[in-house]
């Protein structure tokens, strides 16, 4: 369990950072007002939902490297991260090109509100350019994943949030004799952390990747394969990461539909939605960290045949992750108002958020188990079946908070009753593909 732990803790820390990175954004910003606030959010969101193409490819590449590192095949695990970084520049660019040009077409389409609308596309000018950093940043996490070493991203973590909240601080209110530049300096202190982040992680991988390797074993020779630009396991990667991108931009995409029923609510149900938000990208620093640490471990027990260790390493997992939900969702059931004015005077926009809180709270444990089944198909490297499982639940979720908003005109705190649509389904499909027991025996 404590090897686990070494796992699992970095890994969320890396989850955190997103967590902190949106919470600084939305805490400056809402200073400005409300709907700045609900603006940074929602392109926030958006960001994230294209950044899980990135994710997908990671995925991939820390599925694969644990498989061969656990094959003893080092060197090919190094040739799968070099193979998969130059595609993640590839990915990086789209990513770009969609919010830059794509996403305030969108916008005019869409969001009824003037102001939000504006303020969306003031973040956007600045926050576009964190992809060309942060995906291929995504692909070396996913190489210390894979060969569970990351502490690393614990540096990575920190070198984020702390030139995320020092530029926050200069930048949308001009402190530091820098520029007064509102909600666009937001967006711009995210994007260099990013960067930063992604200059370290390099310089750190190309230097240390090797001095893990006893004298017997293979290198992974990093540095070799990315001028060498490998082109070998793209099939493979596109294979194992496609479906887990196209899940992933569901299970997300689902959120950027979800508000745009809330939107048409009104920009008080907009406001509280996002502060609930936030809390559950809190809880998910555990969900994150764990199902990351279970696709590990499972793609690295079938590879050294030890199948008979898979379900105990299963329940440990979903212990600890249950144990990492409590710990962080505490506020919701014990001071939601206080987090709730730390956005917002509103008592309106208050209340709201407090109703929701309460309702969300038992879906965040539903969701601590569920995630963990998923996580568990997709490290067996049946990628494929996770994403028809994400396929069919967001369906039915989505079928659900469309009822809610537009039949049944229910308010806001029951809208959010949808959350268990998805987090139930998403367990019971996982559960009825894993009952087979097949999946211990895939080879990728």
């Not at 502490?151 to 926050?168: F, G, N, P």
């Not at 004015?341 to 209340?351: L, Y």
Request: aromatic share 14%.
């Amino acid at each position: 369990m404590k090897e686990m732990l070494a796992v699992a803790l970095p890994v969320s820390m890396g989850v955190f950072v997103q967590f902190i990175v949106v919470f600084i954004d939305n805490f400056f910003v809402a200073k400005l007002d409300g709907n700045a606030m609900s603006a940074a959010s929602f392109v926030g969101l958006i960001y994230v939902t294209l950044a899980m193409i990135g994710v997908g490819l990671g995925n991939a590449v820390q599925i694969l490297v644990a498989r061969r590192r656990g094959e003893s095949k080092n060197d090919e695990a190094g040739a799968v991260v070099g193979n998969a970084f130059w595609i993640s520049g590839i990915v990086a660019v789209m990513q770009f090109l969609l919010l830059w040009f794509v996403l305030p077409w969108i916008i005019e389409s869409t969001i009824e509100s003037k102001v939000v609308a504006d303020y969306m596309h003031e973040f956007i000018q600045y926050r576009s350019w964190g992809f060309l950093f942060y995906t291929p940043t995504l692909v070396l996490n996913s190489f210390w994943a894979g060969i569970a070493r990351t502490r690393i991203m614990i540096a990575t973590t920190l070198i984020t949030a702390t030139v995320t909240i020092i530029l926050d601080y200069g930048l949308v209110f001009g402190h530091l004799g820098l520029p007064d530049m509102g909600m666009a300096g937001a967006a711009l202190a995210t994007s260099i952390a990013e960067c930063c982040a992604f200059v370290f992680m390099l310089i750190y991988t190309l230097s240390r990747a090797d001095k893990w390797q006893d004298s017997t074993s293979q290198k992974f020779s990093i540095g070799r394969h990315l001028y060498a630009m490998p082109r070998r396991d793209t099939n493979l990667l596109i294979r194992l990461g496609g479906p887990i991108s196209l899940q992933l931009l569901m299970s997300l995409g689902i959120w950027v539909i979800f508000y745009e029923f809330v939107e048409s609510m009104g920009e008080d149900e907009l406001q509280s939605s996002f502060i609930v938000r936030n809390m559950y990208m809190l809880v998910y620093v555990s969900v994150g960290g764990f199902s990351t640490t279970i696709k590990t471990y499972v793609s690295g027990l079938i590879a050294e045949k030890r199948q008979n260790e898979l379900y105990p390493v299963m329940r440990r997992l979903i212990f600890m992750n249950i144990c990492g939900v409590l710990l962080l969702s505490h506020g919701l059931w014990l001071y939601p108002e206080w987090i709730a004015s730390m956005f917002t005077s509103d008592p309106v926009v208050i209340q709201q958020t407090v109703d929701s809180m309460h309702i969300v709270l038992p879906a965040m444990f539903t969701f601590s188990i569920t995630s963990m089944f998923l996580g568990t198909v997709e490290g067996s490297g049946n990628t494929l079946v996770g994403f028809m499982i994400e396929m069919m639940t967001v369906l039915l979720y989505i079928a659900a908070a469309w009822v809610m908003v537009y039949k049944w005109h229910w308010p806001i705190h029951l809208v959010w009753t949808s959350d268990y649509v998805y987090f139930i389904f998403l367990g019971l499909f996982s559960l009825l593909y894993l009952r087979d027991g097949r999946w211990k025996w895939k080879q990728i």
